[in-house]
């Protein structure tokens, strides 16, 4: 089983000041690696796909990047509605494993 | 556009098994694979398994074989989750999910259904 790692847990940032959040697979993954937003009481919602791909309607602001086991997502200029739980997913290899998510809260 | 509804809470005792249901709009339904995904309260999100709603097959994670059937009616484009020998653990929101492309079982989820909690007390 591919082991995804997220890194920090919690991350407190400003609005309009930049998040940046790391996942990390036990195995090379190529770039078969989804971002996913999640608030409370709502299912997932994708970010990103393809490792650096915009799902539609996400803001420019969302970036992707990575390949192999090391993958970031980048949050510039947060607003706050981007305030959520970010979940990394990989879809190498069964079974399909997510992280344990990054909460990021306000600051 | 895309929908998937779930079926509504559940309470069940310990040993008991529930049957979640999703039902497809908007799209061609035997098209594509669903996936079944939990969380449990304040936890990650954990894969079940999947199934093809073209042919019925299904594949689940290893955790789960011989606990979880997943099941389609193509007639009324509704997807099923049957989940055996329920104990506390398995007290969680079951969520539905479309892979994105066509005919491709392992995929990021483009669509979501809205969850459906099952809480499992005596």
């Known amino acids: 089983e591919i082991v995804m790692t997220q890194s920090p847990a919690t991350l407190s940032v400003s609005p309009g000041e930049r998040a940046t959040l790391s996942c990390r697979a036990s195995?090379?993954?190529?770039?078969?690696l989804a971002w996913y937003q999640q608030k409370p009481g709502q299912a997932p919602r994708v970010v990103i796909f393809g490792a650096s791909n915009r799902a539609t309607g996400i803001p420019a602001r969302f970036s992707g990047s990575g390949s192999g086991t090391e993958f970031t997502l980048t949050i510039t200029g947060l607003q706050s509605e981007d305030f959520a739980l970010y979940y990394c997913q990989q879809y190498h290899d069964w079974p399909l494993t997510f992280g344990q998510g990054t909460q990021v809260d306000i600051k | 556009q895309v929908l998937l509804v779930q079926s509504g809470a559940e309470v069940k005792k310990p040993g008991a098994s529930v049957r979640v249901f999703c039902e497809a709009s908007?799209?061609?339904?035997?098209?594509?694979?669903i996936h079944w995904v939990r969380q449990a309260p304040g936890q990650g999100l954990e894969w079940m398994g999947w199934?093809?709603?073209?042919?019925?097959?299904?594949k689940s994670a290893q955790k789960f074989q011989g606990r979880v059937a997943m099941t389609r009616d193509t007639s009324i484009r509704t997807a099923y989750m049957d989940l055996s020998g329920l104990t506390s653990d398995d007290t969680a929101v079951y969520f539905c999910a479309r892979v994105f492309f066509k005919d491709t079982s392992a995929g990021w989820y483009g669509y979501w259904g809205q969850g459906t909690l099952v809480t499992v007390s005596s």
């Open positions: 195995q090379n993954v190529n770039t078969r």
């Open positions: 908007g799209y061609t339904f035997s098209g594509y694979f």
């Open positions: 199934i093809n709603s073209n042919s019925g097959d299904t």
